[in-house]
């Protein structure tokens, strides 16, 4: 199953419009939608505007793949449960945030192959397509590790 996620404080509707597009192309059901208050409406998959944490959670863990925005907090859970994610961030041009924050997050994590990171609804269905290639990143864990709590310790004795 692919969970969709676009986290709670804003719509998505390039994304979701996106995903139902493929969704009908394909003939690919197999999609479950947090989609906020979007404007666009799926036709080609299941999805509810938001979702309580225990379901989320339960999404989340049977997924095969999450595709979201470029979200902290979907990227950090996609991690720590060892979850391949695509990311397509949300642009200030299209007036889908205030700026491009997350542009800068899906560049440097899709860089550093955290994340499959996309910017049009052309790469997501290429990545859409060959989703069985996409293989999660080296998962992490709930802390910070020792080595970097102590070099802030250091940094902040010194």
């Known amino acids: ?34 989609i906020s208050r979007a404007s666009y409406l799926p036709a080609n998959f299941e999805y509810t505007d938001f979702i309580a944490p225990e379901q989320f959670n ?8 999450i595709v979201g925005h470029a979200g902290m907090g979907t990227i950090i859970q996609a991690l720590q449960h060892y979850k391949p994610i695509i990311v397509m961030p949300r642009l200030s ?3 889908e945030t ?6 800068s ?4 994590l899709g860089r550093l192959g955290y994340v499959k990171d996309v910017y049009s ?9 060959e989703i069985k290639s996409i293989k999660p ?17 250091d940094f902040i004795n010194s």
């Open 137 to 153: 990143s080296d998962p992490i864990g709930e802390s910070a590790s020792q080595s970097l709590l102590k070099y802030i310790s």
């Open 105 to 108: 997050t899906a560049k440097s």
């Open 93 to 95: 041009r299209y007036h």
């Open 98 to 103: 205030r700026n491009d924050h997350q542009y």
């Open 121 to 129: 609804e052309e790469e997501l269905f290429a990545a859409l397509d």
């Open 58 to 65: 339960e999404k989340f863990q049977s997924a095969d793949i």
């Open 1 to 34: 199953m692919i969970f969709l996620v676009v986290g709670t404080q804003e719509p998505f509707d390039r994304l979701v419009k996106a995903m139902d597009d493929w969704a009908g192309k394909t003939g690919n059901k197999d999609i479950y939608g947090q």
